[in-house]
């Protein structure tokens, strides 16, 4: 193990993977609510921030690029059902990881997945409005949330890919 992943005790480990679920959630439920109710997003429709990145309002009634849309109205039920348990695996982890990054991949994966359990149940929907896009490419629309999950699994594979790596004889 590197020196940054024995460095911190158990507890420091929780506490960062903690702080990082906290401030996931927070920001992301912050831009949610000032994206709908102080930008007034859903009646502008998409507008240009910059030159590669869009606020444009999309209600995701699925999960990420739409996948398992197909199940109407029991579809929050079970997304919320199915992330409410990865969060308590993801925290159960967090308790018992000996890997500082692990731990911070954790919390920020369960507070991406709590923020978007929070629009589920307060809108039936998931709140989406980042849209990145350049040189001809378009990516999907996504929020804070989506990119919390999404740099806490990166992290979390970099980690175990350098673990292995660092682990095999030279």
Same mark, same amino acid.
């Given at each position: 193990?590197?020196?940054?992943?024995?460095?911190?005790?158990?507890?420091?480990?929780?506490?960062?993977?903690?702080?990082?679920?906290?401030?996931?959630?927070?920001?992301?439920?912050?831009?949610?609510?000032w994206i709908l109710y102080g930008?007034?997003?859903?009646?502008?429709?998409s507008v240009q921030i910059l030159?590669?990145?869009?606020?444009?309002?999309?209600?995701?009634?699925?999960?990420? *690029?739409g996948m398992f849309g197909g199940?109407?109205?029991? !579809?929050?039920? =079970?997304?919320?059902?199915? @992330? /409410? %348990? $990865?969060?308590?695996?993801?925290?159960?982890?967090?308790?018992?990881?000996?890997?500082?990054?692990?731990?911070?991949?954790?919390?920020?994966?369960?507070?991406?997945?709590?923020?978007?359990?929070?629009?589920?149940?307060?809108?039936?929907?998931?709140?989406?409005?980042?849209?990145?896009?350049?040189?001809?490419?378009?990516?999907?629309? *996504?929020?804070?949330?989506?990119?919390?999950?999404?740099? !806490?699994?990166? =992290?979390?594979?970099?980690? @175990? /890919? %350098? $673990?292995?790596?660092?682990?095999?004889?030279?």
């Amino acid at each position: 193990m590197s020196l940054w992943q024995e460095g911190m005790s158990r507890m420091g480990r929780l506490v960062l993977g903690l702080a990082l679920l906290v401030l996931v959630l927070v920001l992301d439920q912050a831009s949610k609510d000032w994206i709908l109710y102080g930008y007034n997003l859903p009646e502008k429709g998409s507008v240009q921030i910059l030159p590669f990145l869009n606020f444009t309002m999309v209600w995701n009634h699925a999960v990420t *690029f739409g996948m398992f849309g197909g199940l109407g109205s029991k !579809g929050p039920l =079970v997304f919320c059902t199915v @992330s /409410l %348990l $990865a969060v308590c695996l993801l925290v159960w982890t967090m308790t018992k990881t000996r890997r500082t990054l692990v731990a911070g991949a954790c919390g920020a994966i369960a507070g991406g997945a709590i923020g978007n359990v929070i629009d589920r149940l307060r809108y039936g929907a998931v709140v989406d409005f980042l849209h990145a896009h350049a040189f001809g490419w378009s990516w999907y629309v *996504f929020n804070i949330a989506d990119a919390g999950i999404v740099c !806490g699994v990166a =992290v979390w594979l970099i980690d @175990s /890919l %350098l $673990a292995e790596r660092n682990s095999q004889p030279q």
